[in-house]
């Protein structure tokens, strides 16, 4: 019905904005707006101030008022002109729910803000009126700060997330859940520049609609949130030597002999192996096709150490050295690093310049002298690409989780973005892009394309995040 209305509506009206006749919607005022904000801080500067700006150099209406939150409470959820969400003011500041501010010049004379009478009410608005389970406003912040860190709000936030920043902002899924608003609310729904090039009316037009009714904020999730974990307060988790696993202890934690015992996810096990590369360790990974531990040091000595199960052995594992490290010597890999890198200094600096695959497949080498980036493979070592950046220095490398984007940090203050596709023969580079914003050289990255974002650290102490489509 909302929708043959609109069609109708649309074909009698001119309106190239879509204002007059807006699109269907099931609310026709938006929950975050600046008129809200000072409807509820309208008892504190100066939000006091704003309010009556916004009103033509008066308070609005005594009837209209925030003035009590059971009233407030009934028109958000039985009013859809109504809609209204709570501000983060209520779960810490329970100033804003009384009436202390002084209003005029001469305090003594006016002690509250005179605030109106309301039509079925012979007192003037003074206080808030607060629910019966609150006595003072510092118990009602209290009260809802508790509520909104209790286990049962997390187990359910990520429902909100979907309707707010997630997957059911917009399309069916957000008229499934009745969660339609003004289409001017929407992100890129106008394009503001071509309206100020084209007509300054339709422009300001546009402008005062989201002034004065909101925005919706950008999407940030496509696929459903995932819903956060119980929280279990469980003893804390043992770090066990490889000699101790058949101890008490280990027993104990790892679930031997007993099926009452907790799982062996809960123990860490600290296995000490007789591999010595020769210098300090720079990667590590795990080769799940070949069953091995990929090692690489920071004399770029590149070792595959195989692991092998211990059936009725005292170790559930064990890890091999590999054979070349006993005889002639690992390949060792890419170029020589840039000397404005010290990779001899004990910092997480030379921990940075190398991500591998989580296939285990290869690794990506960055700090060379030469300021490319290097893809090796992590079983012969041989050099799969060579991708010149045009950048300074590569300082950092990071690779995401499905292993077909590489992001970069340059001491040139840049991100470079690098895209993969991997055919049989070796990963291939299909797209990149340059992000800039850093006023210092990048040091350190990181990459999480679940929620589509970029991050980035740089020697100035600032951080930075790009958000990915």
Request: overall charge neutral; hydrophobic content about 40%.
């Amino acid at each position: 019905m909302m929708k043959e209305n609109y069609q109708q509506r649309a074909g009698e009206t001119e309106d190239r904005l879509g204002i007059l006749c807006p699109p269907p919607r099931f609310f026709s005022t938006h929950y975050s707006n600046s008129a809200n904000v000072l409807w509820y801080l309208i008892r504190l500067e100066p939000y006091t101030s704003l309010h009556i700006f916004l009103q033509d150099g008066k308070f609005d209406r005594p009837d209209r008022q925030f003035w009590s939150l059971r009233n407030t409470y009934s028109g958000c959820t039985t009013n859809d002109g109504d809609v209204k969400e709570l501000i983060p003011e209520f779960f810490y500041l329970p100033d804003f729910l009384r009436n202390n501010n002084k209003q005029g010049r001469v305090p003594r004379l006016t002690r509250r803000l005179n605030l109106g009478v309301r039509q079925d009410c012979a007192d003037p608005i003074g206080d808030v009126e607060l629910p019966p389970w609150a006595k003072t406003p510092e118990a009602f912040v209290r009260i809802n700060r508790d509520a909104l860190e209790s286990e049962f709000v997390s187990a359910h936030i990520h429902k909100w997330i979907d309707l707010v920043f997630g997957f059911k902002q917009r399309g069916p899924e957000a008229e499934a859940c009745y969660n339609v608003f003004s289409h001017v609310t929407y992100y890129g729904a106008l394009d503001m520049e071509a309206l100020c090039r084209s007509s300054r009316a339709d422009w300001q037009q546009a402008n005062d609609m989201l002034e004065n009714f909101g925005q919706t904020p950008l999407q940030l999730f496509a696929n459903p949130h995932h819903q956060r974990r119980p929280l279990q307060l469980l003893p804390p988790v043992p770090l066990l030597s490889y000699r101790d696993w058949l101890s008490p202890a280990g027993c104990r934690f790892l679930g031997a002999g007993s099926s009452r015992s907790l799982p062996a996810a809960r123990a860490l096990a600290l296995y000490k192996t007789n591999i010595n590369l020769g210098a300090g360790v720079m990667a590590v990974g795990v080769n799940g096709a070949t069953g091995s531990v990929v090692t690489l040091a920071k004399t770029r000595a590149l070792a595959v150490n195989p692991v092998k199960q211990q059936n009725g052995r005292s170790t559930p594992f064990d890890i091999g050295v590999d054979p070349l490290l006993r005889g002639r010597g690992c390949p060792v890999v890419a170029e020589p690093f840039s000397p404005l890198l010290d990779v001899e200094r004990p910092s997480l600096q030379a921990a940075q310049l190398v991500a591998v695959a989580h296939n285990g497949l290869f690794a990506c080498v960055v700090g060379q002298w030469d300021h490319a980036l290097r893809i090796v493979s992590t079983q012969t070592g041989a050099t799969l690409a060579t991708v010149a950046t045009g950048q300074d220095d590569l300082s950092c490398v990071a690779i995401s989780r499905d292993d077909t984007t590489v992001v970069m940090g340059s001491l040139d203050n840049s991100v470079v973005l690098l895209t993969l596709e991997h055919p049989e023969s070796a990963p291939r580079v299909v797209a990149k892009r340059t992000l800039y914003g850093h006023d210092g050289a990048v040091t350190s990255v990181a990459i999480n394309k679940e929620m589509n974002l970029v991050c980035s650290g740089s020697r100035d102490g600032t951080s930075g995040r790009e958000e990915r489509g």
